[in-house]
């Protein structure tokens, strides 16, 4: 069967969704009329239009050569049927198959999303869609262009395990329209809904450098993930949220916003001669130090607790 990424018809809706997201804002009330900067706006989409131009590249590496492969490799024909090396017929596709691809899809985007935040190097990558301080549709297009090398490898088990590679493309471009959704402002609590699903007002939360909210709600349109692994956080209305991270880029400049993360992990690579700390400054979570300069999020809610630092530190959690 032949299935087409929902991605290509969803970025003109993107578009067409954040202009008219801008003049809402704009007309809207008083407190909404900031939600957008023209420079921050005119970087989001620079970057945006990147990920576009390398999606096709996307495309290749993980359809048509690393999941197919995989697929082929994992799930031979014997004897006309095309069986699973553990055993069992390999997926078709009905309409349950479908869901259960989806469900998969959800999982391996919950942990490649939880290891983005806690893996340095990865960070470096996704701190990109992290980096402004403004929450809207605009920031939901601000992607990073190096995940595409090591995204696809969260999901190889999905077409090994017998789920077609083509449903497992439909299903992560279904997650990427959801996920894009998801940065607003306007939309509220959805009651019986947030049971279930991450929503808007989880996403606020993900993307808040609050202490209380960093580093929560990973999942893809599903909070099961977050709630069976201890991630999950409900939005606190009581709560101020300010969006973005504690070392931003400063910057409206795409390859600096792009590129900045990688540039301090070399500087800190540089702060010690041991090997250890060395290679703990690329692949430890985001804060970690040698001598404690600077802290991890874990670190920072544990010294937090015992009321060895106050939320006026100014430690810094994430570099």
Same mark, same amino acid.
């Given at each position: 069967m032949d299935f087409t990424n929902p991605l290509v018809y969803g970025v003109p809706c993107f578009l067409g969704l954040i202009a008219l997201e801008y003049t809402y804002s704009k007309h809207g009330k008083k407190e909404k009329k900031e939600l957008y900067k023209s420079k921050d706006l005119a970087a989001s989409i620079t970057m945006g239009i990147g990920s576009v131009v390398l999606a096709p590249l996307?495309?290749?590496?993980?359809?048509?050569?690393?999941?197919? !492969?995989?697929?082929?490799?994992? #799930?031979?024909?014997?004897?006309?049927?095309?069986?699973?090396i553990m055993g069992w017929e390999s997926f078709g596709y009905a309409w349950y198959v479908w869901l259960l691809c989806q469900l998969a899809d959800d999982f391996s985007y919950y942990w490649f999303h939880r290891q983005n935040h806690n893996i340095r190097i990865?960070?470096?990558?996704?701190?990109?869609?992290?980096?402004?301080?403004? !929450? #809207?549709?605009g920031t939901a297009v601000r992607n990073g262009w190096f995940t595409i090398f090591y995204k696809p490898f969260f999901y190889m088990w999905i077409p090994a395990i017998g789920f077609p590679s083509e449903m497992l493309i439909v299903c992560l471009g279904i997650e990427a329209l959801w996920q894009f959704q998801l940065h607003s402002v306007y939309v509220p609590k959805l009651g019986i809904l947030e049971k279930i699903f991450n929503t808007h007002t989880m996403h606020q939360v993900h993307h808040s450098q609050n202490i209380e909210y960093m580093d929560k709600n990973h999942g893809g349109f599903l909070n099961i993930f977050d709630k069976m692994f201890g991630t999950w956080k409900a939005l606190d209305e009581n709560i101020k949220i300010k969006y973005g991270v504690t070392h931003p880029p400063n910057s409206y400049n795409p390859l600096v916003i792009l590129t900045h993360e990688?540039?301090?992990?070399?500087?800190?690579?540089?702060?010690?001669?041991?090997?250890?700390?060395?290679?703990?400054?690329? !692949?430890?979570?985001?804060?970690?130090?040698?001598?404690g300069s600077t802290l991890t999020i874990k670190q920072y809610r544990r010294q937090l607790k015992k009321g060895l630092i106050t939320t006026d530190s100014t430690v810094l959690v994430k570099s």
């Open positions: 996307t495309k290749t590496i993980a359809a048509i050569v690393l999941f197919n !492969f995989i697929y082929e490799l994992f #799930n031979p024909i014997i004897d006309g049927v095309r069986t699973n990865l960070w470096a990558a996704h701190v990109v869609h992290h980096s402004s301080d403004q !929450f #809207n549709l990688y540039r301090d992990i070399w500087k800190d690579v540089k702060k010690s001669k041991n090997w250890y700390h060395k290679f703990m400054y690329v !692949f430890a979570p985001p804060g970690w130090s040698h001598d």
